[in-house]
């Protein structure tokens, strides 16, 4: 069976294609998008944490599609407002405890910057969001009247010898130091474990891994995850 795994971020939509653990991928910018870049496919589920990009891909589809929700997600949701948690985020923590365990923590390094908690019971007990590497470039540049607006990427040092460098190097290091402490206070104060796996996920993922040797990237996290949840609805494991 070819399943069409679709992940409709606020900045990008990811399509994976999948048949017998071979995934061919394609990417487009949410507000760019079209048409749905695969035609052959006999399934198909949906991530989507933009509702009007869901609607033009479901009228576009030849199948009717898996919407993934709190409602129908394989994973027990221990936080006050499941229904306000992105599916993206779920999806995430169900990739993590199949493919590399429990307990965990996901980061999507993608439009905002998430942390996602999966509990040694393999529980998703819930995680932080903060303003992701290009909002925070595009914020600075909107709200002051001089600093320019920036592509993000990695600095050479971390003293800037001009406006754009000292941006670049407060982005970087801002998020650096903020991952170091999330991740140590949830390891200690939450989960209080020595063995924590985390997963770097999302656009900027390679932007962090020589900093965290540790870390595992899976940029493919996500649609990954579409597919194991497919694979447990299919059987009825839920």
Do not use: W
């Amino acid at each position: 069976m070819k399943l069409l795994a679709i992940d409709i971020g606020n900045t990008t939509i990811n399509f994976g294609l999948s048949e017998n653990e071979k995934l061919e991928k394609i990417k487009i910018f949410t507000e760019k998008f079209k048409k749905i870049p695969f035609g052959n496919y006999d399934a198909a589920i949906i991530s989507s944490v933009v509702p009007f990009a869901t609607k033009k891909i479901i009228r576009q589809l030849k199948v009717k599609p898996i919407i993934i929700d709190h409602k129908n997600i394989p994973i027990k949701i221990k936080v006050k407002n499941p229904e306000q948690v992105g599916s993206d985020r779920l999806v995430n923590a169900i990739a993590a405890i199949e493919i590399y365990g429990a307990p965990a923590v996901v980061i999507d390094l993608g439009t905002a910057t998430t942390f996602d908690v999966v509990s040694k019971k393999g529980e998703y007990i819930g995680g932080v969001i903060a303003p992701g590497i290009k909002i925070s470039a595009e914020s600075l540049s909107e709200k002051t009247a001089k600093l320019p607006n920036i592509k993000p990427e990695v600095p050479k040092n971390i003293i800037g010898k001009n406006t754009k460098e000292a941006i670049l190097s407060g982005i970087f290091y801002g998020h650096l130091g903020l991952i170091r402490e999330v991740i140590e206070k949830v390891k200690g104060e939450r989960l209080k474990v020595k063995n924590l796996k985390v997963i770097l996920t999302g656009g900027y993922a390679k932007f962090f891994s020589k900093h965290f040797p540790d870390f595992i990237v899976d940029e493919d996290l996500t649609l990954k995850g579409l597919e194991i949840i497919f694979d447990k609805l299919l059987v009825g494991n839920i």
